[in-house]
């Protein structure tokens, strides 16, 4: 008897804390809410089916516990049962791939509009790089990577001269503007995510991944690195922060370009050889 | 041996499926069951203790050390477990948790569980016990190689535990050994730490294809006259199906565990592309980190179902037992078992939806993945309705195996979560997956590890375990571990990445903070209770009941031999003769309410027998 009830208290116990939880998503901040509507599918249809097998269970510990003069049913098969059964899982099934699917044609198509950023991840930390008027990223080596060329950008990529540097592990965006985030890393994975965007992908070293969303709310969201990258990976964080097209400008304004970083290393060169002659 | 055939040609396979007993009444040949088509094998007996005990060739008692064995790493995999929940609940409170140890604990943790407990356990250890005794054969056919199979994964394991004591300590890479930060320092053990954990594996899948081929050769061929495949016992389709998959899936592993010691020690690229590290450039260049990746999970997709399958066997088996009533759809169960071996290989990309492989690969392995939800819904229901109009003993083996449904349902379910892409994408590296995973491949399988032990142990020692404190392990272990793993998947909906040392204070995991005590204090008693086996274990071998003969009134054969405990040969004089499947239970018209697979027709020709 009381097994039965533990049971039914443990299903009964699990769909109340789903229900009151304190603990569920960030409020989405980009266009990704269709995966919290296909997570909320899953979880009618699935819990569904958990709630049913479960308690269908109970009731059979309930009903068919065992007695001395009794004897169970003897019927090896069934066929009508079973194919029904796998109609109606395979039915079940098909409603939460289909949505799922939807989605992920949305996720790998990303709109021509959007906005490259290239994120350059290493151990531990992150920077950020965006096109120029031209609207297009110089390409990069890693090879070239030096104290002043922080991106590795080829040299000779006419493309790369008018990027903007972003050399702090904070980035801001504008609202409603999608981004293609293009990831590179130098070294290891690692993996440029923010809770509330819900997208993410790994940056692996050698290849640049891409993944792109459209931020919707304004206001300042933490960057987490979700692929394990070595004994600091909990500590490597950083930060995004989604502006209005204004605040936005003005911010953009005031970055560096990578034509400005080499006058300045020019001038800097300049002054050091100077104080050498002299 | 072509001469003795000669004679049969004109049988007809009638030990086959298509004879029903009910009703027809009493034949002559009713009975008949084919000749042996070989000689009974000869057997290597000890006399030493060193080869009675030690360096044994009985299957049973290789059986039992691989038991032993990989519930000795298991406690060390608890232990260090305990360790992870104590930073992740109480920071700072050990003074010794620094990050390079905790990811060390996270990593040894994970390959212990994974590959030296579960794996070693299903297979080597219930997988060598079981076959023979339920196929009825006297032994593996190769008992020298199935040694050997033994002394390979203790040496394995050995090595595995020097990394703790080597310059550098173990490796702290993740359990998946990602590289190049796997071998790249920057990682605690990236030197000495991977290097043994990649011999360990290779020593591990060593050993695990010398007892593998034995499994598979002594289902295939040493099975006793008239044990059709159709009437084998599910635990042996199980373990068999799994035993296929690990021949095909280890390799994958063995070579991804030797090029990435040769990247690590001869400066080979397979896995490296150009890096620069504190300022220089290294010496690799060309390699993919992914293709490592696909390697890792096309070993490590059917690992989950090398774990998954025997417990699906065993469960299956343990509630036909316990709830009195025939396996539902057996056939069913055997093509799902079959079915979901052969599917899982083509889902394994599914562990890198967001790994930066070609992200159109997405469709292909969401929909391979849902399709394998199918079958194993059936199991589900299949089980379920095993349960219905039965006459369930509420024992702790049966316990084990209600607790088995429910968490394995939840973990299931949660996969359907995790297998559709694009509700991957939020989920995939946080808290939810860690929930989801050890719901469905840690708890679950440990469910039906226990309620076979509780279920076997009467025949393994001659004794039945006490029941009442079995009744205190199954509820602190399922009502423990249920409340561990149950809330945590709300962790990962907050977006709590998984793999944290510490979450410092980021705004909206905040409220964290009082869920990671809570699951912290159920972990250490859930740890804790495990123990009460232990001592069960140690209290039974005293002075614990003794079970005699079939003391389950089970069907199957593993319980019919001559002696209790069997013997070395297991049979006596004369190997069993099988004449039907192994869940004739509550057949109407039978005096008792169980027919076991010896009993021949001639004996219930007047009871409803419909498949045999």
């Given at each position: 008897m009381h097994v039965g009830i533990i049971f039914f208290l443990v299903i009964l116990g699990s769909v109340l804390f789903h229900i009151f939880t304190p603990w569920y998503w960030t409020?989405?901040?980009?266009?990704?809410?269709g995966m919290d509507d296909t997570i909320t599918l899953t979880f009618w249809i699935g819990g569904g089916v958990f709630i049913a097998v479960c308690l269908f269970m109970v009731y059979c510990v309930f009903k068919f516990s065992?007695?001395?003069d009794r004897k169970a049913e003897y019927k090896p098969e069934d066929k009508k049962l079973e194919k029904i059964l796998t109609w109606a899982t395979t039915l079940g099934v098909a409603a939460l791939l289909a949505p799922g699917l939807i989605i992920w044609n949305q996720y790998v198509n990303v709109p021509k509009n959007a906005i490259e950023i290239d994120v350059m991840a290493w151990q531990w930390g992150w920077q950020y790089r965006l096109p120029g008027e031209d609207g297009k990223l110089g390409t990069t080596k890693v090879?070239?990577?030096?104290d002043n060329n922080p991106f590795g950008i080829?040299?000779?990529?006419?493309?790369?001269?008018d990027d903007v540097m972003i050399q702090s592990d904070v980035i801001n965006l504008e609202n409603n503007r999608p981004v293609k985030i293009l990831l590179r890393s130098v070294d290891v994975l690692h993996n440029w995510y923010v809770p509330q965007f819900r997208a993410k992908m790994d940056a692996v070293p050698g290849i640049v991944t891409y993944y792109w969303f459209e931020p919707n709310k304004t206001g300042e969201f933490e960057v987490l690195?979700?692929?394990?990258?070595?004994?600091?990976h909990y500590a490597m964080r950083g930060g995004v922060e989604v502006q209005d097209k204004q605040d936005y400008d003005n911010w953009l304004q005031q970055q560096e370009t990578f034509s400005d970083l080499i006058a300045k290393q020019k001038i800097l060169e300049n002054e050091k050889t100077k104080l050498a002659k002299k | 041996m072509s001469e003795d055939f000669s004679d049969n040609k004109?049988?007809?396979?009638?030990?086959?499926?298509?004879?029903?007993?009910?009703?027809?009444?009493?034949?002559?040949?009713?009975d008949y069951v084919r000749p042996a088509e070989v000689g009974e094998q000869d057997l290597y007996h000890g006399h030493s203790f060193i080869t009675k005990w030690?360096?044994?060739?009985d299957a049973k008692v290789i059986g039992v050390q691989y038991f032993l064995l990989a519930t000795f790493t298991g406690i060390i995999g608890l232990i260090l477990s305990w360790l992870m929940r104590l930073q992740l609940g109480?920071?700072?409170?050990?003074?010794?948790?620094?990050a390079e140890h905790y990811y060390q604990f996270v990593t040894m943790h994970g390959m212990i569980m994974v590959v030296y407990f579960l794996t070693a356990l299903f297979l080597g250890g219930f997988g060598n016990y079981l076959i023979p005794l339920m196929v009825g054969a006297?032994?593996?056919?190769?008992p020298y190689l199935n040694m050997v199979s033994f002394w390979s994964f203790f040496v394995a394991v050995a090595v595995l535990l020097a990394s703790f004591f080597v310059?550098?300590?173990?490796?702290?890479?993740?359990?998946?050994?990602?590289?190049p930060q796997a071998i790249?320092?920057?990682?605690?053990?990236?030197?000495?730490g991977i290097m043994l954990m990649c011999i360990s594996l290779i020593l591990f899948v060593a050993g695990f294809t010398m007892g593998g081929l034995n499994y598979l050769i002594t289902v295939l061929q040493?099975?006793?006259?008239?044990?059709t495949l159709m009437r084998m016992p599910l635990t042996v389709w199980g373990i068999f199906t799994a035993t296929v998959l690990a021949m095909l899936a280890f390799p994958a592993l063995l070579v991804g565990a030797l090029m990435m010691s040769l990247d690590n020690v001869?400066?080979?690229?397979f896995f490296m592309p150009t890096i620069l590290k504190a300022g220089e450039v290294l010496?690799?260049?060309?390699?993919?980190p992914i293709l490592f990746q696909h390697l890792f999970w096309f070993f490590g997709h059917p690992e989950v179902y090398i774990v998954a399958l025997p417990a699906f066997g065993i469960i299956s088996d343990l509630i036909s037992v316990h709830a009195r009533?025939?396996?539902?759809g057996y056939r069913m169960m055997v093509w799902a078992i079959v079915g979901i071996g052969a599917l899982?290989?083509?889902?394994?990309a599914h562990h890198m939806?967001?790994?930066?492989?070609?992200?159109?690969?997405g469709f292909f392995f969401a929909t391979t993945t849902l399709i394998i939800a199918v079958p194993t819904a059936m199991k589900v229901y299949n089980w379920i309705l095993t349960l219905w109009r039965g006459n369930i003993r509420l024992n702790t083996v049966m316990l084990w195996c209600l607790g088995f449904i429910v968490t394995f349902v939840n973990g299931g379910i949660t996969g359907i979560f995790l297998g559709n892409v694009s509700v991957d994408?939020?989920?995939?590296?946080?808290y939810f997956v860690i929930a989801h995973f050890h719901m469905v491949m840690g708890i679950a399988p440990l469910m039906v590890i226990m309620g076979a032990v509780y279920h076997w142990f009467p025949l393994v020692a001659g004794r039945f375990l006490d029941e009442k404190l079995g009744k205190w392990h199954f509820w602190l272990t399922f009502l423990g571990a249920y409340s561990i793993y149950f809330p945590m998947h709300y962790l990962g909906f907050i977006g709590?990445?998984?793999?944290?040392?510490e979450m410092y204070d980021s705004p909206y995991v905040a409220s964290a903070v009082g869920m990671n005590e809570f699951i912290s204090l159920a972990a250490f008693i859930v740890g804790a209770a495990q123990f009460i086996l232990i001592y069960n274990i140690i209290k039974t071998l005293k002075t614990g009941k003794p079970a005699g003969h079939n003391p389950w009134q089970?069907?199957?054969?593993?319980?019919?031999?001559?002696t209790v405990p069997p013997e070395?040969?297991?049979?006596?004089d004369r190997l069993p003769t099988v004449h039907r499947w192994a869940y004739d239970y509550s057949?109407?018209?039978?005096?008792?309410d169980f027919i076991t697979q010896?009993?021949?027709?001639s004996e219930v020709a007047h009871t409803k027998v419909e498949k045999t």
């Open positions: 409020d989405v901040a980009s266009n990704w809410g065992y007695k001395k090879v070239n990577i030096n080829n040299l000779d990529d006419p493309f790369g001269n690195c979700a692929e394990y990258c070595g004994v600091g | 004109t049988i007809q396979a009638q030990s086959s499926e298509t004879i029903s007993g009910g009703g027809s009444g009493i034949t002559p040949d009713m030690i360096f044994c060739q109480f920071p700072g409170l050990a003074p010794f948790m620094t006297r032994d593996m056919v190769f310059p550098g300590g173990p490796t702290g890479s993740g359990w998946t050994l990602y590289p790249l320092e920057g990682t605690p053990g990236s030197g000495w040493a099975r006793t006259r008239g044990m001869l400066g080979t690229s010496e690799y260049g060309g390699g993919s009533k025939n396996i539902f899982s290989f083509f889902v394994w939806y967001v790994s930066g492989m070609n992200p159109w690969f994408v939020p989920l995939s590296d946080t709590v990445p998984r793999r944290y040392f089970a069907c199957s054969l593993e319980w019919l031999t001559p070395h040969g297991n049979w006596g057949v109407p018209g039978a005096k008792e010896t009993t021949p027709p």
